[in-house]
Every structure is written in C-alpha cells, then in structure tokens.
C-alpha cells in the first residue's frame, strides 16, 4: 500500500511558539500531542497536518524548503503580511527583485516563506498554501511522484511539480542549481500508513524507487528515517 503525506514536519527551537505563529497566519487549528509534540490541522481532511517537533540543532543555511502562500487579492496578499509580522515574521532579502510581486518574510524561527501575489495562474486553486516549494533535481521530483502517486504537473526544463490527485498543495522543485545539504534539513515530509499495512514492504518500494535507509535507521518502533534522491530525510510512521 503506497504511503500518504501526512504532515510536513519542522524542527523548531520552540515548538509550541512556532504552532502559534502558524496557526494565526493560515487560520488552522492546532492539537497538542504528548509532550512538545504540537500539529496544526489544515480545515479539510484531504490536506495535510503542519507538525512542529523540539530540536536545538544550529541553523546552518537556507532552507532547502518553504512554503509559498496564495493571495485572493492584493489587499488580501497585504493583510497576510500584516498577520505575518503581526505575529512575530519579519521581512528577509533572499535576492528577490523589486519589480517581483511577492513578498519575502521569515518566521520567528528564520524559516524563509513567500506570500504570491493574486493571480498567479500555477498556485490557481490550490489552496492558502500553494506549494512546497524545494531545491532539488529532476530526478527527486520524479521519485516523489512515483513515491505518493501524484501525478506530475509540471515538467519543463529539468523544474518538476506534483500535486495530489484530489488537488491541494503542490510541491516543486526548482532544478539546477542545487545548493549543497548542509546539516539536517528543519522542514521533512511524514509519510503515514495504515496501523495493519506492512512497513517493512513500503520501505522495501520506497528503496526501490530510489531512497537509501539513514545511518541512524528506526529511531522509533513505529518510524524509520530515510533519505530521498536528493539526501533529504523524511519519515515513514504507522498511524491508526
């Protein structure tokens, strides 16, 4: 059975804090778990959770990921700023130029995002969070296709995209160049499968489509930590 993504994790310095800023910025719920455990649920099923988990591992670089907000309008794309700041964002320069429309900011834990102007006709219906937008090369993007059964829905010029079937977010990588991994990436994706699926045969296929188990391997009787094409972690969980 081919494993679902069921949140996008960050490790944060505090987690709780960074629950809060998220929550306020997309208007999502948030459910604490045990411990520092703490998720913000999207408003329909079919989307995925936003979980954020405790980590004090140093910065090191820009993130290899980062989330790029929609707009309705532009004072609808000049209120989510407002919200972003409001809340504890600050405006970063990343190189972006003056004439482009969206605007660059970093939550208070300095992971970059982007809230795109109204109109752009690739994020058209995809939801507050447009994509996941990724360094990464031709070939991760195959691999995550194939690993989430979502189709591609941009290959061009060695950029890919996916989304699911049933719509939502999209995830893109960007293509060459791809920056150097530095340390462990802060945001992963979490895959989940059914409590009855069998773990061991679903890590076997992701292995086979191009992932390599970590050094570290199950850190928990219910996870195992591997690594895309690309070197990026991400988890396979069991959930109920």
């Known amino acids: 059975m081919t494993s679902q ?3 996008i994790c ?3 310095t505090r987690p709780s804090d960074l629950a809060r800023f998220w929550s306020g910025v997309l208007g999502w719920e948030r459910a604490d778990g045990p411990k520092d455990d ?3 649920l999207p408003r329909d099923t079919a989307g995925f959770r936003i979980r954020f988990l405790p980590s004090q591992e140093p910065r090191t670089g820009r993130n290899r990921a980062h989330f790029d ?3 309705a309008s532009p004072e609808d794309q000049r209120e989510t700023v407002a919200r972003a700041l409001e809340l504890g964002g600050e405006h970063i320069d990343v190189g972006q130029l003056p004439e482009e429309g969206h605007v660059v900011l970093a939550d208070p834990d300095g992971n970059e995002f982007c809230v795109i102007e109204a109109g752009n006709k690739f994020l058209a219906d995809t939801g507050v969070i447009g994509a ?3 360094d990464g090369t031709q070939e991760v993007g195959y691999f995550w296709s194939k690993a989430l059964g979502w189709p591609l829905v941009w290959d061009q010029d060695q950029e890919t995209a996916i989304q699911s079937p049933n ?4 995830i893109t990588w960007g293509g060459p160049p791809v920056a150097p991994k530095t340390g462990t990436n802060r ?3 979490e895959l989940a499968l059914p409590a009855d699926a069998d773990r061991e045969a679903e890590v076997d296929r992701l292995v086979s489509l191009g992932a390599t ?4 391997g199950e850190d928990r009787g219910d996870r195992v930590l591997l690594l895309d094409p690309d070197g990026n972690e991400f988890s396979v969980q069991k959930h109920p």
């Open 132 to 134: 996941l937008a990724c």
């Open 38 to 40: 703490v998720a913000i």
């Open 5 to 7: 993504l069921f949140a």
């Open 167 to 170: 719509g939502g977010t999209k």
């Open 69 to 71: 907000l929609t707009s």
């Open 10 to 12: 960050f490790n944060a």
């Open 213 to 216: 188990r970590t050094s570290t």
């Open 187 to 189: 945001l992963y994706l």
